[in-house]
């Protein structure tokens, strides 16, 4: 079985400030994929970030890093200098196979942050 | 934007009706994957089109079902509605070359209402 775990419900912090929203996956697959996807109020899932279990290198992108350790299952994801804008919610999502062989996305429920001016 | 998009964005229907939802996917891709995400929720998978043919299917029952179109588009059905389907419906396209695994791609997803 596959499954998701984002143990932050929700996180506030005052702009500026650096926040990391944890993810912790389980899944019994060899090679896996994992997705960081952010959710404004809108409502549409913005595709952030796809991690494969063999690429285990820490990425940066401006102000947003991602950490994958295979060691403890967890792929971390942390903003630097949080603005407003970046208030929503955040699924990690991992890419798990069905019987088709093919693979769907297994979802965690999410950690909604609020950046305060 | 992702090039997905969903018609209708809102809907209400009462219980025992029947809804079908629509998704065009971004231009190039051939697979479609559908979720439903109560509120509060993360997203559960429904199940996946490629090739015009159901891909794969997540613990839903048969009153969900789907179609995909030689253009890639698809439906999703819902048949004799329930309180609990009352959700936000999510179409994601992707594009499958090989055995690699694609990064599916969102549209802004249908809120349906059930009263």
């Known amino acids: 079985a596959q499954k998701v775990t984002q143990a932050q419900t929700e996180i506030s912090v005052v702009e500026k400030e650096d926040v990391t929203l944890d993810c912790v996956y389980e899944?019994?697959?060899?090679?896996?994929?994992l997705f960081w996807y952010k959710q404004p109020p809108s409502g549409e899932l913005v595709f952030l970030i796809r991690?494969?279990?063999?690429?285990?290198q820490n990425e940066i992108s401006g102000r947003y890093s991602w950490n994958f350790q295979k060691s403890t299952s967890s792929f971390n994801f942390t903003i630097t200098a949080s603005q407003v804008v970046d208030s929503a919610v955040y699924f990690c999502?991992?890419?798990?196979?069905?019987?088709?062989?093919?693979?769907?996305?297994?979802f965690g429920s999410g950690t909604r942050l609020q950046v305060q001016p | 934007e992702t090039g997905v998009t969903q018609s209708p964005t809102h809907l209400i229907k009462t219980r025992g009706q029947q809804v079908t939802l629509r998704c065009s996917s971004q231009?190039?891709?051939?697979?479609v994957s559908w979720y439903q995400q109560a509120l509060g929720q993360g997203p559960q998978f429904i199940f996946q089109?490629?090739?015009?043919?159901?891909?794969g299917r997540g613990n839903f029952p048969p009153r969900f079902s789907g179609l995909q179109f030689p253009n890639y588009s698809s439906e999703l059905n819902v048949n004799a509605l329930e309180l609990d389907d009352s959700a936000l419906y999510l179409c994601?396209?992707?594009?499958?070359?090989?055995?690699?695994?694609?990064?599916?791609?969102f549209g802004p997803g249908t809120r349906l209402t059930v009263l």
């Open positions: 089109y490629y090739r015009e043919e159901e891909n």
């Open positions: 994601a396209s992707s594009l499958k070359s090989g055995t690699s695994t694609d990064t599916q791609y």
């Open positions: 231009s190039g891709h051939n697979t």
């Open positions: 899944t019994r697959d060899t090679t896996y994929y």
């Open positions: 999502a991992l890419a798990a196979f069905m019987d088709t062989g093919r693979r769907a996305l297994t």
């Open positions: 991690r494969n279990s063999f690429d285990e």
